[in-house]
C-alpha cells in the first residue's frame, strides 16, 4: 500500500482530490480533527473530511480516513462514535503532530511519553466503534527521544489497534533530515500488525531505503507527493517518468478553481504559491513560475498568467464533496 498522509495546512481535501486523481495512492489519512471537551457536530466532520458526504473517498474513489487527536480517552471515544456514523471505513489516531500549540494541550507527539494514556486512548475508541471500522494510529519515534518508542506501539496494538504508521523521526527532529528509518524495524519486530514507514520519502530511491532500512513493505508519502504528484505512481512501479508539467497544469488549474470556491480570497494566492514552492524541487517550470508569481496576490492575475485565462469549472464529483 501507498498512503497519503495528513499534512495540517497543506494536504487538506482540494489536493488530495487532485493527487488521487493522479493515482498510485491506495489510501488518504485526513488533517487531525481536534477533540477537547465536546462532542463535535457531524459539520466539523465533514468540514475537514468533506470526502464522508461521498461514502469516505476522493472523487477517484481512494478511501480517506479521518484523524483525531486530543487526550480525553472519553471524549475522543463519543467523538470516534458519532464519526462513525458517517461511515469512514477506518478512524486514525495522531499520536505524531509535533506542533507546539497542540502539544502544549496534550495533543499529538507528546502523548508519546503517556504509552499507557495511549492504550487507554486506542481501547476505548476501538470500543466506541463497528468493528468493521479500522483503527489506526499515526505516531513518531518519541517526544524528545526514543527511548519509549517499543512501549508506544506494544501499547497500541493490545489496545486493538489494526495498523501504525511511524514517522522515522521524533518530535525533538521535528521535519529536519535525516529520517531514521532503520529505527522501525524495531516496532514491525515487536508488534504483529501492519506497520507502515513515513518521513523524508522525496524519491523512488528514497522509497527503496525505507523499504529495505525498515523492513516495511508499505509506505506514507506526503510531501514528497506534494512536491512530485507522480512519485506514488512510480514508487508504485506504474509509471517511469514524472508527470510531464504540461499534463501538471490542468491538474493545478482545477486545484485552483476549488481553492477559489472555498477558501477565503486573502488565502487563495497563497495556497497556490505554497503548492508552486513545494514543485519547485521536482519542477524548473515550477521554480521559474514562483519566481514570477511569488508578489502577485490577486487570484486572477495569478490565474492569467500560469493558465492564460480564466478558470474552468470545478470538476462535477469534486464540487459535490466539496459542497
Not at 500549540?101 to 508519546?112: D, F, I, P, T, W
Not at 482545477?254 to 470556491?261: D, M
Request: proline share 6%.
Amino acid at each position: 500500500m501507498i498512503l497519503l498522509a495528513p499534512m495540517e495546512g497543506l494536504l487538506d481535501h482540494i489536493l488530495r482530490d487532485v493527487l488521487t486523481r493522479v493515482g498510485g495512492v491506495d489510501r488518504c489519512v485526513s488533517e487531525f480533527i481536534r477533540v477537547t471537551d465536546q462532542l463535535l457536530p457531524n459539520r466539523v466532520f465533514t468540514r475537514i473530511v468533506p470526502e464522508l458526504k461521498n461514502g469516505g473517498r476522493t472523487a477517484a474513489g481512494v478511501p480517506v480516513h479521518p484523524q483525531l487527536l486530543g487526550s480525553d480517552v472519553n471524549c475522543l471515544a463519543e467523538n470516534a462514535a458519532r464519526l462513525a456514523e458517517l461511515q469512514p471505513e477506518g478512524i486514525d489516531l495522531n499520536f505524531g503532530c509535533p506542533a507546539k500549540c497542540v502539544n502544549r494541550h496534550r495533543g499529538g507527539a507528546v502523548l508519546l511519553d503517556e504509552p499507557e494514556l495511549i492504550h487507554d486512548i486506542v481501547a476505548a475508541v476501538r470500543r466506541a466503534v463497528p468493528a468493521q471500522v479500522m483503527v489506526s494510529a499515526k505516531m513518531r519515534l518519541g517526544y524528545m527521544d526514543d527511548s519509549r518508542t517499543l512501549d508506544v506501539a506494544r501499547a497500541i496494538h493490545a489496545a486493538g489497534g489494526q495498523e501504525i504508521v511511524v514517522h522515522a523521526r521524533t518530535k525533538a527532529d521535528g521535519y529536519k533530515p535525516p529520517a531514521y528509518w532503520e529505527r522501525i524495524a524495531a516496532v514491525r519486530e515487536a508488534v504483529p500488525i501492519t506497520v507502515i514507514a513515513n518521513g523524508e520519502i522525496w524519491t523512488v530511491e528514497h522509497a527503496e531505503l525505507a523499504r529495505q532500512r525498515s523492513g516495511c513493505e508499505h509506505l506514507m508519502l506526503g510531501r514528497g507527493m506534494v512536491a512530485d504528484p507522480g512519485l506514488a505512481l512510480r514508487v508504485a512501479g506504474q509509471r517511469n517518468q514524472p508527470v510531464p508539467w504540461a499534463e501538471l497544469l490542468p491538474l493545478m488549474q482545477g486545484f485552483f478553481t476549488q481553492v477559489r470556491a472555498t477558501v477565503a480570497p486573502r488565502h487563495q494566492g497563497g495556497r497556490l504559491k505554497q503548492w508552486l514552492h513545494y514543485l519547485k524541487r521536482a519542477y524548473p517550470e515550477a521554480e521559474a513560475a514562483y519566481a514570477e508569481l511569488r508578489t502577485v496576490n490577486d487570484a486572477n492575475e495569478l490565474a492569467r498568467r500560469l493558465w492564460g485565462g480564466c478558470l474552468p469549472a470545478v470538476p462535477e464529483a469534486a464540487a459535490s464533496i466539496a459542497a
